[in-house]
């Protein structure tokens, strides 16, 4: 897990490099780095417990820590969808980058789709805004990382984004 906060860092720091808005840039880095922070923490904790064995206390703070570095890959991701909602510019011809755009392009599709659905959909009130019972929750982030399905360990490291892989379809 520690690993994967690491990718979800990295994820941060290659779209907070291309936000438009500098708001949004500087939020994502400083979620990148606190999820930074967390995943080192994390990465000490499992190697400590490793050596040491098996304990309450050492298995608390395992736990804990897995809770914190979750909540921060939580404010990545938000800190993410902020950024590709102000926009991103062009991403360079580094694979990675290429790849980090890829996923953003097609979770900005996927949202522009939902709000045109349910701009269409008569569950308005009289002020044309969503009644708050049966509207579906637009897709975020981390929804669309949770739909990617498990693939194993064995993928290539650099993959090409034009064959379906996203950064994130490797790690989480």
């Not at 780095?33 to 206390?57: D, F, M, N, P, Y």
């Not at 569950?123 to 399905?149: C, W």
Request: aromatic letters at 2%.
């Amino acid at each position: 897990m520690a690993s994967d906060g690491q990718v979800v860092v990295k994820f941060g720091n290659i779209l907070a490099k291309h936000c438009l808005d500098r708001r949004c840039s500087v939020e994502l880095l400083r979620a990148a780095e606190h999820t930074q922070s967390v995943s080192s923490q994390l990465g000490i904790v499992a190697r400590v417990k490793a050596v040491t064995g098996e304990s309450k206390a050492s298995s608390e703070l395992l736990l804990s820590n897995v809770q914190n570095l979750i909540r921060a890959v939580q404010h990545v991701l938000r800190a993410a969808e902020a950024a590709c909602v102000k926009g991103l510019g062009q991403a360079s011809a580094d694979p990675e980058e290429e790849e980090v755009a890829a996923f953003c392009q097609q979770w900005r599709k996927n949202l522009t789709q939902h709000r045109a659905k349910e701009a269409l959909n008569s569950e308005r009130d009289e002020l044309g805004l969503r009644k708050i019972q049966g509207a579906k929750a637009e897709p975020t982030l981390m929804s669309l990382v949770q739909e990617q399905p498990p693939r194993s360990r064995n993928i290539p490291k650099h993959p090409s984004p034009r064959k379906g892989y996203t950064v994130m379809d490797r790690h989480l």
